[in-house]
């Protein structure tokens, strides 16, 4: 063989090599751009819906943009995230309502009620993404075993 009848190998040779990671990555990338939709949607309803109060509003938005950056990178199916983020955003909502209520109430004052909101909405936070984290991985080991 002659140098000019070899062929220079070019990168569609190794494309299903090299697709595997590629998809993986692209993958997550959607899922976590797709999220940010939804979070910023989300959060746009709860800025110009009128019946929110603004620590009601700030804990969910701190919600949806923490749990999209940790949950929507990882493998799963994108329904799922969305779903999680949907009820997420609905356990906040009430977990909030009630601390509202409680204030309104003066069953807690309204001195306590600021000082402990921010602690008491990480720990529903902090709570339900190691749930979610957990059934994002208990789904994928259980499709695989």
Known sequence: MTSEETKPVDDATFAPLLTL???KQNYRKIHLFSGL??????SMIILISTDFNYNIALALIVFNFI?????FPLDGSL???????????IIGFFWNYLFLIASS?????HMLQVLLSPFLNLLWVVSYWSLSLSFMTHSGAHREG
Do not use: Q, Y
């Open 105 to 109: 109430l003066e069953i807690m004052p």
């Open 79 to 89: 329904k799922k995230k969305a779903a999680l983020l949907a009820i997420g955003n």
């Open 67 to 71: 749990f999209v950056s940790l949950i």
């Open 37 to 42: 939709i939804c979070a910023a949607v989300i």
């Open 21 to 23: 990671n590629d998809r």
